[in-house]
């Protein structure tokens, strides 16, 4: 419950989109309506449905707490950065159960997903190294960052990329989510969204935006 679905996705999502957006602790990512919209559709609304309740601590109310409480907490001393740690040991684990789950349902589909694909789609934009105002970062430790960052390290924002050639290698890799992303329908919309991030400054927040408004309609 807490790893794949109720602290853990959060955690990574907001770890992702904070090292691009330039903040530097979870408690100030709070602050962000748009960030706390993300992690609440990743929780509730993506991950509450296929979790697995340990029947001790309610699901939801475990949720209510991770989001109304520890995440804003500012004497929680946790970073973007410390958490962005080793991202690609975790997808599995943190998104790629919650996937398998809507696979082996019958009455759902990983079509469904938006925000978790986002969160894969800004985890491949925060590989190539730039922030949403196309400055350099330093990308925290990942034993495969040299292997993932191979093709993506040289993008500049605005020019013109073959996102299907940049990102099949990873995005179809079973060892980093569990399963081809590709075979359960998602990679071509994560291909799309991470191309709409790299297309200029400030198009991470907005891409973020533009899917959180689209879903409240």
């Known amino acids: 419950m807490k790893v794949t679905t109720c602290l853990n996705p959060l955690h990574t999502s907001l770890a992702v989109f904070g090292c691009l957006l330039g903040y530097q602790s979870i408690s100030a990512e709070m602050q962000n309506p748009d960030l706390v919209q993300l992690i609440k559709q990743i929780g509730y609304h993506e991950g509450l449905p ?64 938006h925000f978790i694909p986002l969160t894969i789609a800004a985890w491949c934009r925060y590989l190539v190294g730039l922030d949403d105002n196309g400055a350099a970062f330093d990308l925290s430790p990942d034993p495969l960052l040299s292997e993932l960052q191979a093709d993506l390290k040289n993008l500049q924002l605005g020019q013109a990329i073959d996102a299907h050639a940049l990102l099949q290698p990873i995005l179809s890799n079973k060892t980093i989510f569990g399963l081809d992303l590709y075979q359960i329908e998602l990679g071509v919309r994560i291909e799309t969204l991470f191309s709409q991030m790299m297309a200029e400054k400030g198009a991470i927040a907005a891409t973020l935006h533009t899917l959180i408004e689209k879903e409240a309609e």
Do not use: C, W
Request: aromatic share 6%; net charge positive.
């Open 50 to 113: 296929v979790v697995k309740d340990p029947g001790i601590i309610n699901p939801k109310q475990f949720i209510d707490e991770v989001v109304n409480k520890r995440l804003p907490n500012p004497f929680i001393p946790d970073t973007p950065q410390r958490i962005a740690s080793d991202t690609s040991q975790k997808m599995a684990i943190r998104y790629g159960v919650t996937l398998q789950h809507y696979v082996d349902r019958s009455d759902l589909t990983p079509t469904q997903l």
